[in-house]
């Protein structure tokens, strides 16, 4: 394996070099144009950054929206003195006047004061809630954490909520994974805070990790993203958590839902650097309520613990100098079951069930800001996701029928067979990464680059254990005699990636392209992969958008996929070495038309076209089939036919390429949202039309989650500042 190693470490610098080279050039030889902005902080009096301050142009009708750390960026103006108006809830209104824009610009501190003032009388600006026409991304969902949090129906969870925008489906009504655009929940990459998450539920896939209480982003392409995203096939789902509240040392709240109570802790950053921190601690109450009358009613016996979790959420940041930002970002979550149908699971027809999972994750990270036109970001990641599962049972043989039998239940007891079954398995997955993200402003070109290393080590072994009856029917069936046997597997592998995109404004203010190269080299399959891609945007009008992207995207096969896969394949080392990375070429169209300032219509096209696509090898056998009756008399053993073989295939662990497949439809929606405070009604009405099939030994198989016809319609009415109704309904064919 040394030498495998040091060709992939040879490939990997060669990935390095052509980032560095390419920005090197763009740097070098792109002529920075004066282009004319203003640029600023805004703050409260405590010095304190305000997110979400709107400034506004007020000779322009135009402005921006201040980041999690205050600053904002007005572009594209002339060389001239403007007037900014800088409002925000809870703030009062203050007017900049005879501010100078150009092309190097003094940056701006402005200073809001806190107001009592009537909430009637604040209007927000409408433009903030506006994508901006620059963004080249297409298909982009983005939803604001109330929504999450208030959403009928989703039980307070982020990709519960998720589920009821277009194209967007679920395995079923108690899941929350996502089926996006006809691929698997496998297919979707996960990331919060730069770090990539494989295992992101609760409750065994009912609820998500991500507490409401603390995101303050969330963005689900739902295809065609761009180069810095890579290893899937379908969709990003980006979620961003805040800092902590600053203003003061301690804030505590506390809120419960049908599933869990929630505790989010913050404060000012307790080391005398400006920052903060936030702890939020969640769980299940449900279980401690629905345990106790489950015993008294007679369902289960000894100690019950019912489908339940608990996990802590921790942020800390500090910024000890100017332009630097450090962060620590924890998770830690168990779910557990326990329940045991009758006093022992040596009882007849008795069923013991335990099992506990754990979720860890852990990152470092810092970002550097030299200038309003850089910036940097090095995050360092550890995940960590294990468990442990055990079933025990004792099963009627339902050959024989109770009912025929008369007795105690001890002669019962005696007469019957009973088939005896244990299965233990554990699994972990470990992962390491490391990442290192660009970006330059440089005139009418924005740069990204990045690379990074990931090393996954993961295992995966059962056991299951039966009694003498019932194992002497299995081995009697060679195909079956590996269920007696324990599996136990092993993986370890690299994964290095580089990328490099660069969105640029070829028409000012109203064509920009972004192209983009991303690079893959997976040591488990021991391939390399190139990916380009293209996002362009085209502005018709200050209201009206029109998106395109091409690109092509890769896949690796790994246990860390698995889970989302529901399915189990063997990876060890004969297996894997022989596959190639999964494949998806992504074709989409989309328009964004603003028919006023609350309402917003969307329309998207797509196509996807999938290749090489990991399925389960089949090979041809035989099978023996059961003795029949050829007679009348069933007393007559000349009227029983003998079993005899004849050929059946046999659906393998071996994974293998050995399917294709395509998706695609157009999706509608039509969005009303609250921009002024007087505003009593929000939500949308979407429909998506679509088709998703793979093909497999020349048969069109329609995909597990294909669904032609979706409505939803998503409704909330303020009916005053303290209580709010809404619906929501669906229909799928």
Known sequence: MRDTYDQALMRYMKILFLPAALVLFFCTTVRSQDVPYITGTVVDTEGDPLIGANILVTDLGRGAVTDVDGNFRINKLEDAEYDLRVSMIGYATKVVRDVLASSTPDPLKIVLEEKAVEMEEIEVVGDALRRPQEDTRVSVQKMVPWEAKFLPGAAEDVMRSLQALPGVLSPNDFSSQLIIRGSGPDQNLIVMDHIEVFNPYRLYGVVSMFNPETVSDISLLTGGFPAKYGDRLSAVLDISNRDGRSKKDFY??????????????????????????????????????????????????????????????????????????????????????????????????????????????????????????????????????????????????????????????????????????????????????????????????????????????????????????????????????????????????????????????????????????????????????????????????????????????????????????????????????????????????????????RWLAKVDLYYKDFDDLVTRDIRPGFKWTSAHQTGTDLRDPANWADPFLVASDTITDKPINGSFGEAYGIELMLEKRNTERSDKFSGWISYALAWAQRYEEGVVIPFNFDQRHTINIVGNYKINSWLEAGARWRLGT
């Open 252 to 597: 505590m709240n506390l809120n419960t839902s049908l599933t869990n109570a929630n505790l989010v802790l913050e404060g000012d950053s307790p080391l005398n650097l400006p920052g903060s921190w936030l702890v939020s601690m969640r769980r299940t109450y449900y279980d401690l309520i629905v345990g106790p009358f489950a015993r008294s009613a007679g369902l289960v016996d000894g100690n019950v613990s019912f489908p339940n979790f608990g996990d802590v959420q921790t942020r800390l940041n500090v910024s000890p100098w100017e332009g630097h930002k450090f962060f620590v970002t924890g998770v830690t979550s168990r779910d557990g079951v326990d329940v045991t149908t009758s006093s022992s699971a040596e009882d007849p027809d008795s069923v013991s069930v335990y099992n506990t999972t754990f979720n860890h994750v852990l990152g470092t990270g810092w970002t550097y800001a030299p200038s309003d036109d850089m910036l940097n970001t090095v995050v360092f990641s550890y995940y960590n996701n294990n468990g442990i599962s055990e079933f025990d049972g004792r099963f009627l043989d339902p050959v024989l029928d109770e009912r025929e039998w008369e007795g105690t239940a001890d002669s019962i007891k005696a007469l019957a067979r009973f088939f005896d079954v244990s299965v233990d398995g554990d699994f972990v997955l470990e992962k390491y990464s490391l990442s290192n993200e660009f970006v330059y402003h440089l005139g009418t070109h924005d740069v990204e680059a990045g690379f990074g290393w990931t090393y996954i080590d993961a295992g995966i072994s059962f056991d299951i254990r039966i009694g003498d009856d019932l194992k002497e029917i299995i081995e009697a069936n060679p195909r079956s005699r590996a269920l007696t046997e324990p599996t136990i597997q092993l993986q370890q592998y690299h994964k290095f990636h580089g990328y490099l995109q660069d969105r640029i404004e070829l028409i000012p203010n109203r064509f920009y392209l972004q192209p983009g190269l991303r690079y893959d080299y997976y040591t488990g399959i021991q391939k390399g992969y190139l990916s380009p891609r293209i996002n362009a945007s085209y502005a018709v009008d200050p209201s009206t958008t029109v998106r395109a992207a091409f690109g092509v995207y890769y896949q690796s096969p790994g246990y860390e996929k698995l889970f989302d896969n529901r399915q189990f394949l063997d990876f060890s080392e004969p297996y894997l070495t022989a596959l190639r990375a999964e494949n998806a070429l992504h074709y989409i169209l989309g328009v964004e038309r603003w028919l006023d300032n």
